[in-house]
């Protein structure tokens, strides 16, 4: 899908995930709007480690919930998580990796590319 939104490479932003569907927009891709308070931004690759954090934050992202075509999250999964989450999640040593061609540029706002590249996918 064609984006005129930029990654923290500051090339054209890439698809994160078409499986699952991911991106705030479920365009697949990490982009961002006046609507997404939550700064769904972050491609990241879900980690054990990762989805149990998230669960224990109160962000379960491993249980399905098909009202709303989640289909839940396994380790290995890109999906596009809030800025930050993952800081939160860097700052406690379980940040997963960053796919950063599929992060979107609005994340360096919270965190410095040096850290996400010593996280790169």
């Known amino acids: 899908m064609p984006t005129t939104a930029r990654n923290v490479l500051n090339t054209p932003l890439e698809p994160c995930s078409m499986d699952p569907v991911t991106g ?24 054990t480690g990762f989805l149990a954090f998230s669960a224990s934050r109160g962000n379960d992202l491993s249980t399905p919930f098909p009202a709303f075509g989640f289909p839940g999250l396994k380790a290995g999964d890109r999906w596009c998580v809030c800025a930050a989450r993952w800081v939160e999640a860097f ?3 379980v940040a997963p ?12 706002e919270f965190v410095d590319l040096e850290d996400l590249k010593r996280h790169e996918a």
Do not use: K
Request: glycine share 12%.
């Open 24 to 47: 705030f927009y479920r365009d697949g891709c990490c982009n961002t709007g006046a609507g997404d308070t939550g700064l769904h931004t972050v491609c990241a690759v879900m980690t």
């Open 91 to 93: 700052e406690a040593g």
């Open 97 to 108: 990796p960053v796919v950063l061609e599929s992060t979107h540029i609005s994340v360096l």
